[in-house]
Structure formats: C-alpha cells, structure tokens
T-cell receptor, first 113, second 113 residues
Framework: QQQVKQSPQSLIVQKGGIPIINCAYE??????FPWYQQFPGKGPALLIA?????SEKKEGRFTISFNKSAKQFSLHIMDSQPGDSATYFC????????????FGTGTRLKVLA | KAGVTQTPRYLIKTRGQQVTLSCSPI?????VSWYQQTPGQGLQFLFE???????NKGNFPGRFSGRQFSNSRSEMNVSTLELGDSALYLC????????????FGPGTRLTVT
C-alpha cells in the first residue's frame, strides 16, 4: 500500500510538444504529491507540488493534474524545450507523523530540438 | 542561502571497507533525510534525523547507519561494503519533519569495487 507507480519509463517529444507523465498511488493517507526534476550529476530539485484538495496546479510551463478518486496525478510540461530534458520523479507523502516520501521510479524525458 | 552540501562528491571503495558520507543541510533546516538512488531501484529512503534523533528508517540492513549532530549536520556510514552498495547517496533537508518541501543535495557517488 506504499507504492507510487510512475509511467512511462521514458519519453521522447519534439520541442514544443506536451509530455505527460503519470503516477498512481495506493496509500490514501498521502496528502502531499511533489514532482522532482533531476539532471545528470545533480540531485533532484523540487519542481511543483500539489495537495489533494485541488484538482490542478500550474507553475509556469508545468501543470499537475490530480484525480483523488482515481488516486492518480500527472505532470504536463507545456511548450517543452530541450532544456527540459531530464529525469522526473513523482512522490507521495503523508504530511504528519513519521511517514516518509515514497518515490516513483522516474521518467527519462528527452525533448528534441 | 546556500543549498544542501554533501561531501565527498565521489568515492571509490573496496568490498569489505566502510565509508562515511557527510551532509550539511540548508541553514535553519533541522531535518535531514538520506536516500539511495540506483538505476534499478530508483530513490529509496534510508533514514531521517531530527534533533539528533532518528525518526524514521527505511528497509536497509544494519550496515547502514547514520547520525545527526547538534548543528544539524548529518553523516551516514556504511560498513562492510558490498558491490550492490554502489549508488548515488542523496541527502535532503527540510525545516522540520512533516513540512512538505525537502531540498536535495547533489549527492555522493559511491563506487564499490
């Protein structure tokens, strides 16, 4: 009941396209869902996060869509650029208590110029 | 504000040896978590420290241990290294446990030969 399943494993899009990365969680106690972006040789960087009381959150070209009933959430990257080429991780966490972050397995995105 | 720093950045050790990795959190952050990142297993939680106390622990053998100092700096130790311990070890800090945002350091790349 702790898993976060992420898909696809890899994704190639043309510049300007809208890559979509999906995650599904099992633990209904999760109430915080961040997305991280990781470039080679770097640690993951917090990109955007959502709580289940909203269905969508936008920050710049990045949008999270959240479907609480389906226990799914997704990351959309609008007008994708070659500089967005990175690995993206979703995660779930319960805000309080000693619950830890549970990460998805990552999606390697390549945006072609 | 300086980010999370980890030392050393790269390390090569031999099977059976032990290793100590260091993490300095963002100034003012008192919670430190450690993760192991490998291509096959993704990001896996090792442990979390707050106020020099381990608050949470992942499913790793006892060879993996950690501690936190009064200045919030943290170290993790791996004894009797195995080839499978080769990974990127990431440290993340947040102001206090339970707060949502955590910020990662660049990681220490450990290679066990």
């Amino acid at each position: 009941q702790q898993q976060v399943k992420q898909s696809p494993q890899s994704l190639i899009v043309q510049k300007g396209g809208i890559p979509i990365i999906n995650c599904a969680y099992e633990n209904t106690a999760f109430d915080y869902f961040p997305w991280y972006q990781q470039f080679p040789g770097k640690g993951p960087a917090l990109l955007i996060a959502i709580r289940p009381d909203v269905s969508e959150k936008k920050e710049g070209r990045f949008t999270i869509s959240f479907n609480k009933s389906a226990k799914q959430f997704s990351l959309h990257i609008m007008d994708s650029q070659p500089g967005d080429s990175a690995t993206y991780f979703c995660a779930g966490k319960k805000a309080s208590g000693t619950y830890k972050y549970i990460f998805g397995t990552g999606t390697r995105l390549k945006v072609l110029a | 504000k300086a980010g999370v720093t980890q030392t050393p950045r790269y390390l090569i050790k031999t099977r059976g040896q032990q290793v100590t990795l260091s993490c300095s959190p963002i100034s003012g952050h008192r919670s430190v978590s450690w993760y192991q990142q490998t291509p096959g297993q993704g990001l896996q939680f090792l442990f979390e420290y707050f106020s020099e106390t381990q608050r949470n622990k992942g499913n790793f053998p006892g060879r993996f241990s950690g501690r936190q100092f009064s200045n919030s700096r943290s170290e993790m130790n791996v004894s009797t290294l195995e080839l499978g311990d080769s990974a990127l070890y990431l440290c993340a800090s947040s102001p206090i446990p339970g707060l949502y945002e955590q910020y990662f350091g660049p990681g220490t790349r450990l290679t066990v030969t």
